[in-house]
């Protein structure tokens, strides 16, 4: 009986220690606040759903129904260089508008692969937002009296001038009234277009849907000049020698993100967006990226100065 007596009480002995370490690792546990396999499952913790996107944003704004769809769709330029421009490597568009529209997708939690892209040009800016096949367009689209009637605008994120686009060998034309009584391209439904109707009277004007066409227009004789924005000109000008510049600015173009009538809360949240972007360097640092090599371009600091503070 002494003998089984004894191998009961160490039986015992050895459970109470088993229960000592038990409650011991129990409290390294809660110290650490998170085992491994906890943290393992924190660090592959998926995304918030777009429904937890949403709730970010009042119930009813614009925001949180675009959050909660998972996507904000865009409507860009496909053939300008610097501003938006489509990558034949990737079939993706690339450029300051198109990264400007990132940051706004990143602002309402979104992933960069949830921003999506649609070829916007001139002319099909605005019915695109009127029949809301996009959220936003981003496309060197000026703010103007004639399209704030249509649609909402954001405060300007980018000032231009309209210039003119020539071979290198041409001596005639060096200022607007020289487009007088010469074939000049702009695209159809622009504000250029209008520009030169209006400061170049006997111009003979062709439109055409994009300035890709209208650049190939000028390389192959059809026209003797190209008329649009400084920025848009300058972006083919440095990617063809056989082109310049002239004439200078001889107008302004305060470029706005164009909103569909009726969105008062995104057009407040995209211009505190842009109020960001333009204090934190992160404009500083997409222009730099996308206009900085563009000769006769203003440094950063002093392009942004420039912007006027509302539309």
């Known amino acids: 009986m002494l003998k089984y007596h004894r191998i009961g009480l160490l039986l015992v002995a050895l459970l109470a220690v088993f229960a000592f370490a038990a409650v011991a690792c129990g409290d390294d546990d809660d110290n650490a606040k998170t085992t491994p396999t906890a943290a393992a499952a924190a660090t592959t913790a998926p995304a918030a759903s777009p429904t937890a996107r949403a709730t970010a944003f009042p119930a009813d704004s614009t925001m949180a129904k675009i959050a909660a769809k998972g996507s904000l769709i865009v409507g860009v330029k496909f053939d300008q260089p610097g501003f938006g421009l489509l990558d034949p490597k990737t079939s993706k568009p690339d450029g300051f508008d198109v990264q400007i529209a990132k940051e706004i997708g990143k602002a309402l939690g979104l992933q960069e692969s949830q921003v999506q892209f649609v070829e916007s040009v001139s002319a099909n800016r605005i019915p695109y937002l009127m029949t809301d096949k996009v959220d936003l367009v981003i496309a060197t689209m000026t703010i103007n009296a004639d399209r704030k009637t249509q649609i909402d605008f954001s405060r300007p994120y980018y000032l231009a001038g309209q210039s003119i686009l020539v071979k290198k060998e041409n001596t005639t034309i060096t200022k607007v009234d020289d487009l ?13 277009e209008t520009n030169i109707k209006t400061k ?5 004007l062709l439109s055409l849907a994009d300035y890709s066409s209208c650049v190939s227009s000028l390389k192959d004789g059809r026209v003797d000049a190209v008329s649009t924005d400084d920025i848009i000109l300058a972006g083919f000008a440095a990617a063809d020698p056989s082109l310049k510049l002239v004439g200078g600015q001889f107008t302004q173009e305060p470029y706005g993100i164009g909103v569909k009538k009726g969105k008062d809360d995104l057009v407040k949240f995209i211009d505190a967006q842009l109020d960001r972007m333009f204090k934190d360097g992160t404009w500083d640092n997409i222009y730099t990226t996308y ?3 563009v000769e006769g371009l203003p440094k950063p600091a002093d392009a942004r100065a420039k912007l006027p503070a509302t539309n």
């Open 180 to 192: 007088n009584g010469k074939k000049v391209c702009s695209v159809s439904g622009s504000t250029s």
């Open 291 to 293: 206009l900085g090599k």
């Open 200 to 204: 170049a009277p006997t111009a003979q």
